[in-house]
């Protein structure tokens, strides 16, 4: 079965940082484009960052640019993202999200909580 399993959200301070982790089985993760994305209640749900199957090419939305960074280690089946100098508009729920090689499905995680206040 396909699982997409979230660790590493939680309450941290303007300009900390944490590292979220998804951890993947049930497809081919090494071949599959992997996402992040993030949600507020009442606005969509956006891209933070992607990364190719192979870790070589990395994008962000401007607005974690230089802040976040996305990896991956394809023998772990796992991606992350280092997110750092972290800010109140930070705060979301973080969606892994997987995209196989051929396209034919969309895999999500359950969403991970991070709220960055004082």
């Known amino acids: 079965q396909v699982q997409l399993v979230e660790s590493g959200g939680g309450l941290v301070q303007p300009g900390g940082s944490l590292r979220l982790s998804c951890r993947a089985s049930?497809?081919?993760?090494?071949?599959?484009?992997m996402r992040w994305y993030r949600q507020t209640p009442g606005n969509e749900r956006e891209l933070v960052a992607s990364i190719n199957s192979a870790g070589s090419v990395s994008n962000y939305a401007d607005s974690v640019k230089g802040r976040f960074t996305i990896s991956r280690d394809n023998a772990k089946n796992t991606v992350y993202l280092q997110m750092n100098s972290l800010k109140p508009e930070d705060t979301a729920v973080y969606y892994c999200?997987?995209?196989?090689?051929?396209?034919?499905?969309?895999?999500w995680g359950q969403g991970t909580q991070v709220t960055v206040s004082s």
């Open positions: 999200n997987a995209v196989p090689y051929f396209g034919l499905n969309v895999y």
């Open positions: 049930g497809f081919t993760f090494g071949s599959s484009l």
